[in-house]
Structure formats: structure tokens, C-alpha cells
């Protein structure tokens, strides 16, 4: 592996990437950033096993290849890196990282399958929603969810659409329970009927608000 890019757009990407990360010893591809080089373009990913966030930047590839980064590791370093443009090489077991001021080597690990976000097609979506919509319906339903993960089904929110062509959010941490309806842009026949962890919607809403579109 071997890429040159802009050292800012690198930093933001790891940052972002590691929102879902933890250390979990029985579990280790939870504190794994995931790393690959193709085609003109770095592709990030991590996984908390729940959720699963992807991102891509442009790159200057000379050589194509994947591999597994500890976020701590990384998230030590990233910071610290200045300058425009950042050289990064696999050498051995060592990623390069080389920008004007500095040079840094950080140990890989031997790559293993991460969990891929579907491929997205026209069909795969059921749902049109206007965002500011979306955002305000999570907020007013989130803080009845129980902060507790003992109980999966009083730490989520549960999310179904009705026969009226609404969204239907639910939340409840048994002692008090929270509900919020809203419209949905398209007619839809298909149904839904999920349940989202609370601490995913927390990073969800994060990201949500970075951007200025419809829901798909």
C-alpha cells in the first residue's frame, strides 16, 4: 500500500470513522479501523457490530492494499501531523505516515474480513423523509430510552410506518414512554418495522445535522 493525500481530509476521515469504536479485548475488530487503497481513492470503515460507518477520500494511489489500524493508536498521532499533503507507505508490518514535519510508524495488523455496507441501488430505499423532520422526531422520542444496554429492547427506538403513510418512533425506558408521528414524502407499501439502538441514533443525529437533503 502506498498513497499520497491531503493530510486534513486523512485526519477528518479517522476521526469521523472512529465515532463507533471501542476497546473490547473479546472482541477486537470493534477497535479496528479498517484502511484500503484502490483505484484513486481510501476508502475508511469501522464497526461497532451495530453499525457499521464507511467513508472515501481522493488519493493518489501508487499501490493498492488493505489493512487493520487500532483507533487508539492513531487517534494518539492524527493530531499531531501538519502540513498539506501526507505520504503514507506499508513497509513490512509498519504504516508510514510522512507529511513536512513529520514521520511516523505504526504497526498494522494482519487484515480480517469487516462487515460492508450494502450496495446501495434505487430499490434498496423505502423511505423519503425530509430531514429537519426526521431529526426533530428523534430528538423528541430519544430521551424516554432507557441509557442502560442491559435491556436491548428499552435501549432502542422502535420505528414503524402506519397505514396513514406515517412514521411512527416509539420510546420507552419503562417508566415513561415517548411518541412522535411524522410524514413520509412518498407514498410507500412497503413496511417498516425496525428497532435502532439509542447510542447509534446518538451518532446518527450527529452526522444528520452536517447535512441538507431528504432522507433515503
Known amino acids: ?26 472482541t477486537p475488530i470493534i477497535s479496528m479501523i479498517y484502511i484500503e ?21 481522493n488519493a493518489k494511489v501508487d499501490i493498492k492494499g488493505k489493512i487493520l489500524l487500532n483507533y487508539e493508536n492513531i487517534l494518539k498521532i492524527i493530531n499531531q501531523i501538519k502540513g498539506e499533503v501526507l505520504n503514507v507507505e506499508l513497509i513490512d508490518t509498519k ?9 511516523i510508524s505504526l504497526q498494522v495488523q494482519d487484515f480480517e474480513d469487516i462487515p460492508k455496507l ?15 423532520e426526521f431529526i426533530k422526531g428523534v430528538e423528541d422520542v430519544l430521551f424516554a430510552v432507557a441509557q442502560s444496554e442491559i435491556k436491548p429492547e428499552i ?13 411512527v418512533m416509539v420510546g420507552t425506558d419503562s417508566y415513561r414512554l415517548a411518541k412522535k408521528i411524522i410524514k413520509i414524502n412518498k407514498i410507500q407499501k412497503e413496511k417498516l418495522n425496525i428497532v ?20 433515503e
Open 196 to 215: 435502532i439502538p439509542g447510542r447509534n441514533l446518538v451518532e446518527l443525529m450527529k452526522k444528520l445535522t452536517e447535512e441538507e437533503k431528504n432522507l
Open 155 to 167: 435501549s432502542s427506538l422502535y420505528m414503524y410506518n402506519n397505514e396513514n403513510n406515517e412514521i
Open 95 to 103: 504504516l508510514i505516515l510522512i507529511s513536512e514535519s513529520n514521520k
Open 1 to 26: 500500500m502506498k498513497f499520497t493525500c491531503n493530510q486534513i481530509e486523512f485526519r477528518s476521515a479517522i476521526n469521523n470513522i472512529s465515532k463507533c469504536l471501542s476497546r473490547n479485548i473479546h
Open 37 to 57: 487503497a484502490d483505484d484513486n481513492e481510501i476508502i475508511f470503515r469501522s464497526t461497532n457490530l451495530e453499525m457499521i460507518i464507511e467513508l472515501q477520500m
Open 118 to 132: 450494502p450496495p446501495y441501488t434505487s430499490n434498496i430505499s423505502i423511505l423519503n423523509i425530509n430531514r429537519s
